[in-house]
């Protein structure tokens, strides 16, 4: 095999299509069954593609969009761009028609690879100049292409004139990737090959896949870490199965039973509490055996070489992990922070799970957690390529080859993020501990401050009130208020639940059942006991509107953007003061 050596994307590709021979390279759901694309077909679709597209007239430079779900055909088109030398676009799947009309036109999109034809009528008229390349639909109109007719069109093209694969430079733009993080206005961050190739040797130094590994992928491919993660699978040349949808992750882990996965700390916390459900409907021994198996997985030093251990890992651990299909020896937690509680739990039942921490500034791995150097609680050691320090506000900076070019159309925004001497302003608390680990306390945005003078810290408050099994979002509110206030956003799965006892209850019924809001405001008081007294939740407010990435109010890696909260429920907001 060939040295783990390429410094671009391009090279990238000639790397796994002359090292691997993968029958189940990239694997998707048809018709309920798994397909397979081998690395050889992988090939011969990237190569058949990017000439039918340069026959369209994408050219080097020209922005692309990828307006779909994620898939093998996703990549597949990606690699393809990039063989032309265009820089891709990715747009979320489940992105909100005013966010996504505003990423086509600021971001000039020539082209756009797409997958719903139901999402055709959220593009406004004044972008009716693009090109649309479709997959899973037709449109026998001017400027609609099928995907897999202009396949066709390519191999035609490749048999009469071969190809030579695009020699991309490092520092050209391979991608340009939005993120609104919780302002709500997208920022295009323009990556080059450079940035995402130097994630990849960073990531191969302290993992080393094998090509046994078997990966399920879960998180859209339009978000930096996925995408970041993904380039890596690829590069390793391992088994990936697509998620058809998030609703069937818990069925399809069974079924590819997954070695590696990479997950934002929602998942992980909707199978915690999960786990805690499933207990309490046991009967009587069998619950007291699993109830007291799961509160010993919270205790930070246990012995596993002690037999309490191995009688609750025998007993209650081996069915926790059978969640997960019972062969995960990698789950790597990114893209918001996890409780150190739920990390503790299943790291404990040999679920190894590792935290990482990062920016799409950065392509986005700043620090992480890996197989021999797992603290729990911490984002893990700095990655090899990587520079940080810490300033006088404890607020990190870093920098290093994976920092972004810039903001697309934004320089004075760029230059306000990276100073004169190349330091990524992170805008997060941070510190490192004596052993090298790094720790975010919390955002420089989301610690506010009240009329009165005094900090509260958000997202740490927000963390402890969605531990209740009724809350699934919690939003703290004390900007320049004289007391903290917060809006909590119902677990809508607990309804749905009961609904199915009483069709007729409705879930505004449901939530103001004396119970739920006793445990919802037991819950808060306990909270509240362990905070300082400007902290304390004075009021609150349950509410039972959808919340969604959709509608604007959740970013893709499921935090809260509280512009966009914050605007919605500012009545709500406001009757409360």
């Known amino acids: 095999m060939n040295a783990y050596n390429f410094k671009t994307y391009s090279e990238l590709f000639l790397h796994i299509s002359n090292n691997y021979d993968n029958e189940y390279f990239l694997n998707y759901l048809s018709n309920g069954k798994y397909t397979n694309i081998s690395t050889s077909d992988f090939k011969n679709k990237v190569i ?7 026959d369209l007239g994408i050219q080097k430079g020209d922005k692309v969009g990828i307006f779909a779900k994620s898939s093998p055909f996703w990549l597949i088109f990606d690699f393809a761009i990039l063989q032309v030398g265009a820089i891709s676009v990715p747009i979320f799947a489940n992105i909100s028609s005013e966010n996504l009309n505003f990423e086509i036109k600021d971001s000039s999109m020539k082209f756009m690879f797409i997958d719903s034809q139901e999402r055709l009528n959220d593009i406004e008229k004044e972008n009716s100049h693009l ?70 040797h960073d990531i191969n130094s302290l993992i080393n896949l094998e090509q046994h590994e078997v990966s399920l992928s879960v998180l859209p491919l339009a978000h930096i870490f996925e995408r970041t993660v993904m380039s890596y699978y690829l590069s390793r040349g391992i088994s990936i199965y697509f998620v058809d949808d998030v609703l069937n992750v818990a069925n399809l882990m069974k079924v590819v039973r997954p070695t590696i996965m990479t997950v934002v700390p929602r998942l992980l916390e909707k199978i915690f509490n999960k786990i805690k459900l499933n207990i309490s409907t046991k009967p009587f021994i069998s619950r007291a055996i699993a109830s007291f198996a799961f509160a010993y997985a919270l205790k930070e030093d246990i012995n596993k070489n002690s037999l309490l251990f191995k009688i609750y890992d025998k007993l209650v651990y081996s069915k926790f992990r059978e969640i997960f299909g019972s062969k995960l020896e990698k789950l790597i937690s990114g893209g918001a922070p996890l409780s150190k509680e739920i990390a503790q739990f299943f790291v404990n039942i040999n679920v190894p799970v590792y935290q990482g921490y990062g920016l799409t500034e950065f392509s986005p791995v700043i620090s992480t957690n890996y197989p021999n150097a797992n603290k729990v609680g911490s984002c893990g050691k700095v990655i090899p390529s990587a520079q940080i320090k810490i300033n006088e506000n404890s607020e990190l900076f ?76 919690a939003v703290i509110i004390s900007e320049n208020r004289k007391y903290t206030s917060a809006l909590l956003f119902v677990d809508k799965e607990k309804y749905e639940n009961a609904k199915k006892l009483n069709k007729n209850l409705t879930i505004e019924e449901y939530y103001n059942k004396d119970d739920i809001l006793k445990s919802i405001s037991n819950h808060i008081n306990r909270v509240n006991s362990n905070l300082n007294k400007w902290e304390k939740i ?30 919605k429920y500012s009545n709500v907001i406001n009757s409360m003061y």
Not at 48 to 54: F, M, P, V
Not at 167 to 174: M, P, V
Not at 413 to 423: F, Q, R, V, Y
Not at 538 to 567: D, Q, Y
């Open 538 to 567: 004075v009021k609150f407010e349950i509410l039972t509107n959808n919340i969604s990435i959709e509608t604007g109010e959740l970013t893709p890696s499921m935090k809260i953007c509280r512009a966009k909260i914050e605007e």
């Open 131 to 200: 090109t649309f390349i479709t997959h899973n639909f037709c449109i026998k109109e001017p400027n609609f292409y099928n995907f897999d007719e202009i396949l066709v069109i390519g191999k035609q093209i490749c048999d009469s004139s071969g190809f030579t694969s695009f020699e991309a430079l490092e520092d050209d733009i391979f991608s340009i990737i939005y993120t609104s993080g919780n302002t709500g206005t997208p920022k295009g961050v323009m990556l080059t090959h450079k940035n995402i190739v130097s994630q990849l």
């Open 48 to 54: 058949c593609l990017s000439l039918a597209l340069k």
């Open 398 to 473: 870093v920098k290093g080859p994976a920092l972004m070019k810039g903001y697309l159309n934004q320089g004075e925004l760029t230059a306000k993020t990276i100073d004169k001497d190349g330091w990524l302003h992170t805008g997060d608390v941070a510190f490192l501990d004596e052993e090298g680990y790094l720790f975010i306390k919390s955002r420089t945005k989301e610690i506010f401050k009240t009329s009165t003078g005094e900090y509260v810290n958000a997202v740490e408050i927000e963390q402890k009130l969605s531990k209740n099994k009724y809350i699934e979002f």
